[in-house]
Every structure is written in C-alpha cells, then in structure tokens.
C-alpha cells in the first residue's frame, strides 16, 4: 500500500484495518486534509453478465475513498448516505482512480464528492454524506 508524500492520518489506521478493500486490490494513493486518491484494477471477477464492471465495486471504490477522506482528521466518521452516476462504462484490466474531496462540513455532518476515472476519462460521480460518530477517537 503506498501511502503517498504526507504524513501519515487516521485514515491511514483504518485503511491498514480495512480487509474488505485490501481483498479488492484497493490502494490508497493519499489522504490528507478531507481529500484522498485511491486506485482498483478491474479483475474477471468484478466483471458483470454484460461483460462490463459491475457497478458495485465502482461503487465500492468511490465509498472506500469517501471514507478515507472524510477519516483524515482524526474523528470515527461513517456515511450516512451516498449516491452515484455511472457514465462510462469500464472492463476487466482498466485501472480506476478514484478522488474524493471534502465540499463542506458543519458541525458533525459533512459532503464530499468523488469522481472516479479510467486513464483520465470520467466513468462515475458519487456525492457521500458523512456523519462523525466518535469526536474523541480517531478512526
């Protein structure tokens, strides 16, 4: 897992912690300061009847990286909601990257917004609502 030129965050702790993605080939690039980057290579097995990628791990790599961004500083944060927008489809062996940013926070709610590329092409948007469940824990 590379971690990138920064120091490492909270959700550095938790992606090391996070067997569900690591099982998918998930990298973190970075996370600092409510953004990260993160990277998936499409397998066979994350290839649906129509011979695409299923929507579910472009899914899963926009949460995971929704996740890591709105983690960085320190505080157990969930989703408390998310939606996507596939516009392009991928297949097996394309490299997805998948960039999250924090869009605005109050109080213990936040809104990021991800978009997930192939080779700089852009293959889905994904808007997260967050939730800080824990202040006082890092995640």
Same mark, same amino acid.
């Given at each position: ?6 120091? $490492? &965050? ?6 090391? +912690? ?9 990298? !973190? /690039?970075?996370?600092a300061?409510?953004? #990260? ?6 397998? #066979?097995?994350?290839? @649906?009847?129509?011979?695409? &990628? ?5 899914? !899963? !790599? ?8 709105? @983690?960085t500083?320190? $505080? /157990? &944060?969930?989703? *408390? ?7 392009r $489809?991928? #297949?097996?062996?394309?490299? !997805? ?8 926070s @109050? ?8 978009t997930?590329?192939?080779?700089g ?13 824990? $202040?006082? +824990?890092? *995640?």
């Amino acid at each position: 897992m590379a971690r990138g030129d920064g120091a $490492p &965050t909270a959700a550095h702790g938790m992606f090391d +912690r996070d067997k569900a993605s690591q099982a998918l080939g998930i990298e !973190l /690039v970075s996370a600092a300061h409510g953004s #990260a980057v993160a990277r998936m290579r499409v397998t #066979a097995d994350m290839v @649906n009847g129509h011979g695409m &990628t299923h929507g579910g791990y472009v899914f !899963l !790599l926009a949460d995971t990286t929704f996740a890591l961004a709105c @983690n960085t500083a320190g $505080p /157990v &944060t969930v989703a *408390a909601g998310a939606d996507i927008t596939f516009l392009r $489809p991928t #297949a097996e062996g394309d490299e !997805l990257e998948a960039r999250a940013t924090e869009r605005a926070s @109050n109080g213990r709610s936040g809104v990021y917004d991800v978009t997930v590329t192939r080779a700089g092409d852009v293959i889905a948007e994904f808007r997260g609502r967050s939730r800080v469940i824990s $202040p006082g +824990r890092p *995640a």
